[in-house]
């Protein structure tokens, strides 16, 4: 699934709806709170995305062999970094990203770049948590 969004503080909203329904669709959304969690995390992204780029933002979304694949994609060239929590209003999505993907990058794409998380789906003992 992919879908492009406005620059705009709804795109957040859109985002997490557009996850819940596509993870209903391919029966994801019943294991556990995969679903919950990628809604949170995809939040996460397409908040930076719509903050720090300022340009339209596609989201991605792959599942298979037990892993979703989220990906947010925009034009701003400057990687994300992972923050402490603090206590201020911003700052914590990458923190969350880090603390809640099973693995999670970023690679440049031409005049831009990809922000990816990856959550393990297969409902088995140890799936989408963190490889050592």
Known sequence: M???????????REAR?????????WGIAERGEVADVAEL??????????VHAGSRLRLTLFAAHGVL????????????????AGTGESGRG???VDALA????C?????GKTV???????GADGCGRRQP
């Open 17 to 25: 709806a557009e996850v819940r329904r596509q993870l209903e669709g």
């Open 102 to 105: 099973q693995r999670w990058g």
């Open 116 to 122: 990816w998380f990856e959550l393990g789906t297969c």
């Open 107 to 111: 690679h440049r794409d031409g005049p």
């Open 69 to 84: 694949r989220c990906e947010v994609a925009d034009t701003e060239r400057r990687v994300p970094r992972v923050l402490a």
């Open 2 to 12: 992919s879908v492009e969004y406005a620059p705009r503080p709804s795109a957040v």
């Open 41 to 50: 995390l995809v939040g996460e992204l397409v908040t930076n995305a719509v």
């Open 94 to 96: 990458m923190f969350l």
